[in-house]
């Protein structure tokens, strides 16, 4: 069993940046694959981004290509997103999810998820 708990949302202007943290307790990091979703009023959870467990391979949604950047610290067992350039659509509630396959991620398929943080972003 994997615990994971979000932490770094908020309210910013649009071009604004945040940080996203996701801190895994139970397991060690390391064993799984992890992403980063969201889901913002009236609409379906959306893949964001996430990194393999071995060799730190990323994978982007198109919408955040090139301005998210998604690394781990396995020893902090901590998962993080950089949100650069953020937009009034980026608004969403962000969740981190754990899975064995980082291609299972891309589709929603997640072992374990977070609570979720509030992302804001203002026009």
């Known amino acids: 069993q994997v615990q994971l708990v979000e932490s770094g949302g908020g309210l910013v202007q649009a071009g604004g940046s945040l940080r996203l943290s996701c801190a895994a307790s139970g397991r060690t990091l390391s064993r799984y694959a992890m992403g980063w979703f969201r889901q913002a009023p009236g609409k379906e959870r959306e893949f964001v981004a996430s990194?393999?467990?071995?060799?730190?391979?990323?994978y982007y949604a198109d919408s955040v290509k090139g301005r998210f950047t998604i690394s781990r610290d396995n020893a902090k067992n901590t998962v993080y997103l950089q949100m650069n350039s953020l937009k009034p659509e980026d608004t969403a509630v962000y969740y981190c999810g754990a899975n064995f396959s980082w291609e299972q991620l891309k589709r929603l398929f997640v072992l374990y998820w977070g609570q979720g943080t509030q992302v804001t972003v203002s026009s």
């Open positions: 990194i393999t467990r071995t060799d730190a391979s990323t």
